[in-house]
């Protein structure tokens, strides 16, 4: 006998989450509490379409999420300081990530450049950008598995380098 049952979108991304190992992946690599404010905001950007996160606060208070504490301006501020310096946790992420690829990987790699206003971002110089805005911009490398459909490493580098270096640089920091 089939029964239906009401199912919501966070039901939903609580499950994805779970059966594709991401949340796992995430909490072994952060503390807890970080872990769980991170699968939170990534929820809710998939849950509301990108959506700004000044919306959160009162979005989060009508969905269960992972972070039972209310994600405030200064949550997500600290969160993304802290984030962005925790390299080990980032590259730990993406080891647990490309531990679970198949036999004999075929991997691609995207170089792109991201033009950039602030001035926070060390890896930001002036270069070479399609837009041609004039604003200084910044060199994202990512590598996904072609196979598994999984992004498994990225890499900032400064806006003002070369293509062809980029690539070798990140294959030299991948080994």
């Known amino acids: ?7 919501k979108l966070t039901d939903i991304l609580k499950w994805a989450g779970w059966a594709s190992g991401i949340d ?11 872990a769980a404010k991170i699968l939170s905001i ?3 950007w998939v849950a509301t379409d990108g959506n700004t996160l000044p919306r959160i ?40 990530r490309a531990a679970m690829l198949a036999k004999n990987p075929v991997i691609a790699l995207d170089s792109t450049t991201i033009s950039t206003y602030s001035e926070n971002q060390i890896e ?8 041609k805005n ?31 270096i980029s690539v070798e640089n990140t294959l030299a920091q991948m080994k």
């Open 1 to 7: 006998m089939a029964v239906r049952s009401h199912t």
């Open 24 to 34: 796992s992946d995430i909490y072994g690599s952060f503390h807890t509490g970080d």
């Open 42 to 44: 990534a929820r809710y």
């Open 57 to 96: 606060e009162s979005w989060q208070n009508m969905h269960n999420l992972p972070y039972p504490h209310d994600i405030s301006e200064d949550v997500y501020s600290d969160l993304f300081k802290l984030v962005g310096c925790n390299e080990d946790g980032v590259q730990r992420y993406f080891m647990c």
């Open 124 to 131: 930001a110089r002036q270069g070479f950008s399609k837009e």
């Open 134 to 164: 004039g604003l200084d911009i910044i060199k994202l490398i990512t590598l996904y598995s072609v196979k598994d459909h999984e992004l498994i490493a990225f890499a900032k580098q400064s806006g003002n380098i070369p293509d062809v």
